[in-house]
């Protein structure tokens, strides 16, 4: 922020023009061309075919907000947030620059104003079905989001492990857990527990390579299916990363239900959301935005889960800071 309050709206006015040149950047592998050391933008933009003169401009853009650092002669390094956008660092987040600045979901933002003054779900409105029929009618789709999934589970899987013990569990069922990558974070900070996926099955079609990549696909089944029917029983405990928020609360009701058919008495459940701030705090008050235009859910504050349980047979038992988001626990009751 600057002492001007106009500059200070127009940089947040103009937000947009970040988030599609950081899609660009990782859509083109630049960060992964960078990896070891500084290029010029003609390097660059050979290997990546793009223009030269285009390219760099838009390399010195993304220099002034902090994700590559310019040298001399029209050479660009990465930074450490730059780095986050290589395929391969230890928390990625690349994949999702790309689903946020492709073109369906895109579109769904600009159509936020229907959002609000209908209370309806924007994307659906413009584009005639909801995301998850969208995603299965369109594999590029579906792939982009996947890997967003994947990137955000990577990067958000270490903090939740580092605040939740799941010691003692010696069966983990991740329900709506994308493509494993959150499930084998979690079975590889617990040698002794074996873990399952369960997913869509245009989803689950990947996962037995990521789970191999992370070296415990001997220890996971992975299970297809709508958790509107059934969850896979069995577990002692549950886990729905960025499940729950993606729900108008009937829905999200119907699925806490079937967790809880699935449950013994004894198991746990989590959910990893960001509950919602006071008033005129940040946290979650976009992604609940996020929620009303895309999938049609809404972001909750704590209280607003213990009322989702209370309705579904759990009760809420505690609420844990985990890198940004909440790990929320509750028992069957
Ligand atoms: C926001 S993503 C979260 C994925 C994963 N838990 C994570 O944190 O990366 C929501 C997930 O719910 C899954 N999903 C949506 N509808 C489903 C259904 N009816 N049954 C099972 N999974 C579903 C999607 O396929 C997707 O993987």
């Known amino acids: ?28 592998r630049i960060a992964d061309h960078l990896k070891d050391g500084a290029r010029s ?8 075919e793009s223009n030269a003169d285009a390219l760099y401009r838009l390399l010195r853009a993304l220099a002034g907000v902090g994700i590559f650092r310019e040298g001399p002669d029209r050479t660009f390094a990465l930074t450490p947030m730059g780095d986050c956008l290589r395929t391969n660092s230890a928390t990625p987040i690349g994949g999702w620059a790309e689903h946020v600045g492709n073109t369906a979901y895109w579109q769904a933002w600009g159509h936020l104003l229907h959002s609000v003054r209908t209370g309806g779900n924007a994307f659906r409105d413009l584009h005639g079905e909801d995301v998850w029929e ?8 579906n792939a982009i989001f996947n890997r967003a999934m994947t990137d955000m589970s990577r990067g958000g899987g270490e903090a939740i492990v ?6 003692s569990f010696r069966h983990v069922v991740d329900v709506g857990g994308g ?7 979690i079975l590889r900070a617990c040698p002794r527990a074996r873990g399952t996926l369960f997913d869509q099955p245009q989803v689950i079609a990947g996962a037995k390579t990521q789970l191999q990549a992370h070296g415990v696909a001997d220890r996971c089944e992975v299970i297809g ?19 729950i928020h993606d729900w108008e609360d009937d829905e999200a009701t119907a699925i806490l239900k079937s967790c809880r058919r699935a449950m013994i008495k004894s198991a746990k459940l989590l959910l990893v959301e960001r509950t919602v701030a006071p008033p005129n705090q940040l946290p979650g008050k976009f992604s609940d935005l996020n929620m009303l235009v895309a999938p049609g859910g809404r972001e909750r504050t704590s209280e607003e889960y ?8 759990f009760e809420l038992t505690r609420v844990l800071p ?9 028992r069957p009751c």
Request: aromatic share 10%; net charge negative; charged share 15%.
């Open 1 to 28: 922020m600057t002492l001007n309050p106009w500059l200070d709206m127009l940089n947040l006015i103009n937000g947009f023009q970040v988030t599609q040149a950081i899609r660009v950047a990782s859509t083109l």
């Open 41 to 48: 933008a003609e390097k660059l933009a050979s290997l990546t």
């Open 134 to 141: 969208y995603r299965a009618k369109h594999p590029e789709a």
């Open 162 to 167: 580092k605040a939740y013990d799941f010691s």
């Open 179 to 185: 493509q494993g990558t959150l499930l084998a974070v």
């Open 225 to 243: 299916g709508s958790f509107f029917d059934a969850v896979p029983e069995g577990g002692d405990v549950y886990v729905m990363r960025h499940i």
């Open 306 to 313: 213990a009322a989702l349980f209370e309705k579904s047979g």
């Open 322 to 330: 985990a890198g940004g988001f909440n790990v929320v626990e509750a």
